[in-house]
């Protein structure tokens, strides 16, 4: 019997027969679905909660019919109602991200012109300054609390479900449509190649305003009645105590998050490493992605838990695309081969393919693959080739059969922590500084982060005159603090090439040295 207090007693409830996913639920009924805030919720819980928000939305209307509702909640159970709770009533779900300050969620609601922004109680203030402005309404979760009766449209899977901001080589980040059947793929790929199992329970430390988070952790969970536990950010210590229950046998995490779990064991007492390495070895699997797993993380992950750690290979624009395999070798520094339903080719410059053992870029095809940048027709017809590939930009060999990253076709594009950072927009913020004239934006290379930011800067004045500090505490009203740079080099000009443009791989070996 569920713990929450949210539950309606006797609900009846009509399934929107497309959306997969929930209809699985319904077979689900009273097992647990998730585990979060120190409670624990049944599938039937998900279903009665999410289908009263889908109608206290509706309204009385039909059907939402891909109107973009966008929802700023912590993480846990309240995320997951609200997420099926819009697509149930034929919405576009856009999460926002609760580490974002407020231009960055300006940013993402005008973009969408989102007819309705949820938010629980403690993002109210945050949010103060955009209400009873312009024509979308902001609702506080209190709104769906009252019981309300109604009917569901159907979805058809060709639908638009869902609205993820990624930063691309072009300024502001832009905004990846995803259809239900494009998730739908996108789990079921998942699901089937690590065999996921109803009795499966994970712990999901992401955050979900990203496909790692929500596709790969949750709803991979979900789709197969397994349980998914949430803790609301990642701490190193309250992970190794909810693993020390012995409950959760799937872990998913960013390299950042492993090496920041190595360090943490390292510091341990004796017995307790001990107690964290046995447990670890019960796990069923244990997935990295989201950028490069060093394979010296690997390899220390290895000696504590037993576990060769499977990397595969995404992006929002796709969901999974390469993955190692859950039986078989799991190969240190490779990403492994296409899923089930992915195919994937390497390219040179000119689109041709190019020899085994050549690097080229990864293009992907698949039912995985996004509809569109929201609302930005000729990015999206930049990114596919005439013939419908979706290019990545990610450099990669076959090497014996399993694909290897060499890198990225830009030096804009910073991965850091596992997020996904454009220099170009930081440096647009920069400029508008008072005391910046120039500035240059690299990712330097670094073990724990993958990458770390670095900025050089040109200003007006004395650089002893110049407060990194108040700079840091300025970008931070204005990015979230995952996209403010750690390291800072003052220079009179940027490194140029006698074309007069700035030299990035020049500028990134002033920071190495
Ligand atoms: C935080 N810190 C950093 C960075 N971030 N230092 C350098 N570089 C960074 N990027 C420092 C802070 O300054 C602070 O230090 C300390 O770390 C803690 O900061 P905090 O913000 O609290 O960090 P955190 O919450 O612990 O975050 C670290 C994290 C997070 C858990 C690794 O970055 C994270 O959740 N990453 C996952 C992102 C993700 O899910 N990506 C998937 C997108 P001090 O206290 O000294 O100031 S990619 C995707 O979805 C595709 C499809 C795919 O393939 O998966
Ligand atoms: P995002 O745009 O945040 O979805 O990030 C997608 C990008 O993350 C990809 O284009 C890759 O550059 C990177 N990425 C994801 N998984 C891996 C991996 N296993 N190894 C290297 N890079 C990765």
Redesign the pocket.
């Known amino acids: 019997m569920s713990k929450s207090g949210l539950i309606f007693a006797n609900h009846y409830t009509k399934y929107s027969p497309v959306i997969q996913l929930i209809q699985n639920a319904s077979t689900f009924s009273n097992k647990t679905a998730i585990k979060s805030n120190g409670q624990i919720y049944i599938y039937q819980d998900l279903l009665a909660i999410s289908e009263n928000i889908a109608i206290t939305l509706l309204n009385g209307k039909k059907d939402l019919q891909e109107a973009r509702i966008a929802f700023l909640v912590s993480t846990g159970f309240e995320y997951v109602c609200l997420q099926w709770g819009i697509w149930r009533a034929g919405g576009i779900a856009v999460p926002l991200c609760t580490?974002h300050p407020l231009p960055s969620l300006q940013y993402v609601i005008e973009d969408i012109q989102a007819e309705a922004v949820i938010y629980s109680p403690e993002f109210a203030q945050l949010l103060q300054p955009l209400m009873n402005q312009g024509t979308t309404r902001f609702l506080s979760t209190f709104h769906f609390k009252m019981k309300r009766r109604g009917d569901l449209p159907d979805i058809a899977p060709s639908r638009r479900a869902m609205i993820l901001y990624t930063s691309g080589t072009t300024g502001n980040p832009k905004g990846v449509v995803t259809t239900h059947q494009n998730i739908e793929t996108q789990i079921t790929s998942l699901t089937t190649s690590w065999e996921w199992q109803a009795d499966d329970h994970i712990l999901n430390?992401?955050?979900l305003h990203?496909?790692?988070?929500?596709?790969?952790v949750l709803s991979c969970a979900l789709w197969s009645g397994a349980c998914c536990e949430f803790l609301p950010?990642?701490?190193a210590a309250k992970v190794f105590e909810v693993f020390n229950k012995g409950e959760v046998n799937l872990f998913m995490?960013?390299p950042?998050?492993y090496y920041?779990l190595i360090a943490f064991w390292k510091k341990l007492p004796a017995k307790e490493k001990q107690q964290v390495s046995t447990t670890l070895q019960k796990f069923r699997l244990m997935v990295s992605?989201?950028?490069a797993l060093p394979v010296s993380v690997l390899e220390q992950w290895r000696d504590i838990s037993g576990h060769t750690l499977l990397e595969?290979?995404?992006?929002?624009e796709?969901?999974?695309a390469i993955s190692n395999p859950y039986r078989g070798e799991r190969r240190p520094g490779h990403i492994g081969q296409p899923l089930k339903g992915v195919t994937v080719r390497l390219v040179d410059e000119n689109n041709q393919i190019v020899k085994d053992g050549t690097s080229g870029e990864i293009q992907v095809k698949g039912a995985n693959v996004f509809k569109e940048y929201w609302q930005k027709s000729e990015a999206t017809q930049a990114t596919f080739t005439a013939d419908g590939w979706f290019k990545t930009g990610d450099i990669a060999v076959l090497d014996n059969g399993y694909y290897r990253i060499l890198g990225r076709n830009s030096v804009d594009i910073i991965k850091?922590?596992?997020?996904?950072i454009s220099a170009l927009e930081i440096e647009e913020i920069l400029r508008t500084h008072p005391k910046i004239k120039e500035c240059g934006v690299v990712g330097i290379p670094?073990e724990?982060?993958g990458e770390?930011?670095g900025v050089s800067l040109i200003i007006e004045g004395e650089e002893a005159n110049f407060d990194l500090e108040d700079l840091k505490a300025w970008l931070k009203t204005k990015l979230p603090?995952?996209k403010?740079p750690?390291l800072f080099i003052f220079q009179e000009d940027l490194p140029r090439n006698v074309m007069g443009k700035v030299t990035k791989k020049e500028l990134k070996r002033l920071f190495v040295n």
């Open positions: 580490k430390i992401l955050p990203h496909v790692h988070g929500i596709i790969n950010k990642f701490d995490a960013v950042t998050i920041q992605g989201s950028a595969r290979y995404g992006m929002t796709m969901g999974m850091s922590g596992g997020y996904k670094n724990e982060w770390i930011i603090s995952y403010v750690r």
